[in-house]
Nanobody, 126 residues
Framework: VQLQASGGGLVQSGDSLRLSCVVS????????MGWFRQAPGKEREFVAA????????SSASSVKGRFTVSRDNAKNTIYLQMNSLKPEDTAVYYC????????????????????WGQGTLVTVSS
């Protein structure tokens, strides 16, 4: 199973970016999917997650109202639309797929995820 995240880059404060995560070797249908990030010198933290149905999303309070997670099961891909970016959003962003299907785990917890992408770097300058 491979998760390939892309779309990161260097942007200015207030700009937008859309991250993509293409999954190969395993269907994402039936599985909650999530985004996490790790800033320099900090632990990895939850950013956003989307339920296996696509009907429910959750996000960290620090990004609520600015970031939106979505999925396209036909493309085996999830997305993270990031608007109004701030310097504190600078981090490596990771996508992940849950271990158990049908929303049986807490999709805000790292321990619920079995497969992880390599990460894509987002740098926001002030």
């Amino acid at each position: 199973v491979q998760l390939q995240a892309s779309g990161g880059g260097l942007v200015q404060s207030g700009d937008s970016l859309r991250l993509s995560c293409v999954v190969s070797g395993h269907t994402i249908s039936g599985y909650d999917m999530g985004w996490f990030r790790q800033a320099p010198g900090k632990e990895r933290e939850f950013v956003a997650a989307i339920s296996w149905t696509g009907g429910s999303t959750s996000s960290a309070s620090s990004v609520k109202g600015r970031f939106t997670v979505s999925r396209d099961n036909a493309k085996n891909t999830i997305y993270l639309q990031m608007n109004s970016l701030k310097p504190e959003d600078t981090a490596v962003y990771y996508c992940a797929q849950e271990r158990k299907p049908y929303g049986s785990s807490d999709n805000r917890a790292e321990s619920s995820y079995a497969y992880w992408g390599q990460g894509t770097l987002v740098t926001v300058s002030s």
